[in-house]
């Protein structure tokens, strides 16, 4: 697609519950990453996908985070059992080089309540 | 102390001046950095990145990098309205780690 796509756009779901987000980078980038940021707040790094090399989950906050990337394309990040402290945006970025910034994807707005 | 680190704001400049943005970094095995515009209720985007020490001029944009005093700046000329926005400055290690690692952002408004 022309830019990075991510779904939904918003999700709303009840603490303890399980979520999906999911996120279609730019056809051929290799490179995809999952941020979140808060209300006000910075960035925060997840997690990094690049090609077929083991992901850099180096900033998942807890075992309650995981992702997945199928066929170096689409990856889906799942969060279980959801807590009140997860809400926040979801931000997916892809690129195609080292030399050059992300693309964002609009990102997905999780309330939990 | 944050690896990226930028003066929250608000900074408001009046249209038409200069505006200013700084950014510090601890890690001297960062190699790039990034200057990123996000509007409110949006996504950041991306508007300049500098790779070597000195000036790189796009159009109004200039991003200014010394790496010895671990420093990065982004001067925006002849503001206007529609640069009101929050700035992210990002860095990154090119060996080994392609994470970008984010400030918190400036917010920057400029006044009509």
């Known amino acids: 697609g022309a830019g990075v796509s991510q779904s939904p756009s918003n999700k709303v779901t009840e603490k303890g519950k399980d979520v999906e987000l999911r996120c279609d980078p730019i056809?051929?980038?290799?490179?995809l990453y999952w941020y979140r940021q808060s209300l006000g707040q910075g960035l925060e790094f997840l997690i990094y996908?690049?090609?077929?090399?083991?992901?850099?989950k180096s900033g998942l906050p807890s075992d309650r985070f995981s992702a997945e990337r199928t066929g170096g394309s689409v990856s889906t990040l799942t969060i279980q059992r959801t807590q009140q402290e997860d809400s926040a945006v979801y931000l997916c970025?892809?690129?195609?080089?080292?030399?050059?910034?992300?693309?964002f994807g609009s990102g997905t707005r999780l309330t939990v309540v | 102390q944050k690896e990226v680190e930028q003066n929250s704001g608000p900074l408001s400049v009046p249209e038409g001046a200069i505006a200013s943005l700084n950014c510090t970094y601890s890690?001297?095995?960062?190699?790039?950095f990034f200057w990123y515009r996000q509007y409110s209720g949006k996504s950041p985007e991306l508007i300049m990145s500098?790779?070597?020490?000195g000036d790189k001029e796009d159009g109004r944009f200039t991003a200014q990098l010394n790496k010895a005093s671990q420093y990065v700046s982004l001067l925006i000329r002849d503001s206007q309205p529609s640069d009101s926005a929050t700035y992210l400055c990002?860095?990154?290690?090119?060996?080994?780690?392609?994470?970008?690692?984010f400030g918190t952002g400036t917010r920057l408004t400029i006044i009509p």
């Open positions: 970025a892809s690129s195609s080089t080292r030399d050059y910034g992300y693309t």
């Open positions: 056809s051929g980038h290799t490179a």
């Open positions: 996908f690049q090609g077929n090399s083991a992901p850099d």
């Open positions: 890690d001297r095995g960062s190699q790039s």
């Open positions: 500098i790779y070597s020490n």
């Open positions: 990002a860095g990154r290690r090119d060996f080994g780690n392609e994470k970008l690692t």
